[in-house]
T-cell receptor, first 112, second 113 residues
């Protein structure tokens, strides 16, 4: 079993839809949870960063962490074609100069 | 703007040659940088941790003699793929931590013919 599991998709949705992206993990020592967005042929960029269980909202994006279930989610409201990208979850055991473990990424396609 | 710069973005080389990829932190010092490899539709796989002034730390299964890493200064790390073969063709990405956040370069697409 991989430490971080993420469905690669692709996930195709119409513009304006609510998107739900998810990851599960097995290492209970993970404390920091991140979502990265990666456009084709580019490096990943950090979208959301959470430490504890619960929800964190930033504009159209909401990150949710359920440590008891070892399950994290990223919700995108009012999805736009420009949201089309690969979304990678990542998690680590400590902050500072940490080395996160990445999921394989979910490819999202938002069509007009 | 970008905080980590990676060069070149694309490189095509012949089998048996060596290729150098540079990773620079912009406007901050990075004593540690990370090198990743990514195959299509696959996750980022950590290859090695580059340490300024000391030897790099390689992940299990990564050949240190094939993937030479040099962290020559606090803002520059280089990855040299030696005697490249077609199976080395991949997307290589570097990253550097700053203030608890990991910033990535734009990536380098290597194609070995």
């Amino acid at each position: 079993q991989k430490e971080v599991e993420q469905d690669p998709g692709p996930l195709s949705v119409p513009e304006g839809a609510i998107v739900s992206l998810n990851c599960t993990y097995s290492n209970s020592a993970f404390q920091y949870f991140m979502w990265y967005r990666q456009y084709s042929r580019k490096g990943p960029e950090l979208l959301m960063y959470t430490y504890s269980s619960g929800n964190k909202e930033d504009g159209r994006f909401t990150a949710q962490v359920d440590k008891s279930s070892k399950y994290i989610s990223l919700f995108i409201r009012d999805s736009q074609p420009s949201d089309s990208a690969t979304y990678l979850c990542a998690m680590s055991v400590g902050g500072g100069s940490y080395i996160p473990t990445f999921g394989r990424g979910t490819s999202l396609i938002v069509h007009p | 703007g970008a905080v980590v710069s990676q060069h070149p973005s694309r490189v095509i080389c012949k089998s048996g040659t060596s290729v150098k990829i540079e990773c620079r932190s912009l406007d901050f010092q990075a004593t540690t940088m990370f090198w990743y490899r990514q195959f299509p539709k696959q996750s980022l796989m950590l290859m090695a941790t580059s340490n300024e002034g000391s030897k790099a730390t390689y992940e299990q299964g990564v050949e240190k003699d094939k993937f030479l890493i040099n962290h020559a200064s606090l803002t520059l790390s280089t990855l040299t793929v030696t005697s490249a073969h077609p199976e080395d063709s991949s997307f290589y990405i570097c990253s550097a931590p700053r203030s608890g956040e990991l910033f990535f370069g734009e990536g380098s697409r290597l194609t070995v013919l």
